[in-house]
């Protein structure tokens, strides 16, 4: 699989990463962290790649290394190979997708529609002031351990 990352852009340091979500007015923050060779990392970064140019009028998507830029790995508990989470006018908004985990996806997806429908969601309840939206599809029975 070639590695889609190289199409998305990286944030390469802490305060990178805090101008991106800080200065994003009116879309959702989209930011992928991980490394860009690690497996997972590299089907969910084929996601965002190929969703990229069809959620942008709503979303902006980053991807960060978390070997180069640790900053967050603590206060966002990265653990996971690939963690994808979501920020609107520098909040971090929470999304239930039925696994018990609100604060992100720390699995790659696989299916682009079911992407754009979260990242909508998140969109459209962030706008709203929620801080928790909940997905459009229950996650639970699917998350694989």
């Given at each position: 699989?070639?590695a ?7 944030l390469?340091?802490g305060?990178?990463?805090?101008q991106?979500?800080l ?5 959702v ?5 991980g ?6 990392c590299?089907?969910m ?13 709503f979303?902006?998507v ?12 603590t ?5 996971d190979?690939c963690?994808?989470m979501?920020f609107?006018?520098?909040k ?15 699995w790659?997806m696989?299916?682009k529609?079911?992407?754009?429908d979260i990242?909508e969601?998140?969109y ?11 997905s ?9 351990y």
């Amino acid at each position: 699989m070639q590695a889609m990352s190289y199409l998305l852009p990286h944030l390469h340091s802490g305060y990178a990463v805090d101008q991106a979500i800080l200065g994003e007015e009116e879309r959702v923050v989209v930011i992928r962290f991980g490394h860009d060779w690690d497996p997972q990392c590299m089907q969910m970064d084929e996601i965002l790649a190929s969703v990229a140019d069809q959620i942008k009028n709503f979303a902006v998507v980053f991807l960060v290394d978390i070997s180069a830029v640790p900053d967050f790995n603590t206060m966002y508990e990265l653990y996971d190979p690939c963690t994808t989470m979501f920020f609107f006018r520098n909040k971090h908004i929470m999304v239930d997708l039925g696994t018990g985990n609100n604060n992100k996806i720390n699995w790659a997806m696989n299916d682009k529609q079911e992407f754009i429908d979260i990242v909508e969601t998140v969109y459209r309840g962030a706008r709203k002031g929620r801080g928790l939206v909940v997905s459009p599809k229950d996650y639970s029975t699917k998350y694989r351990y």
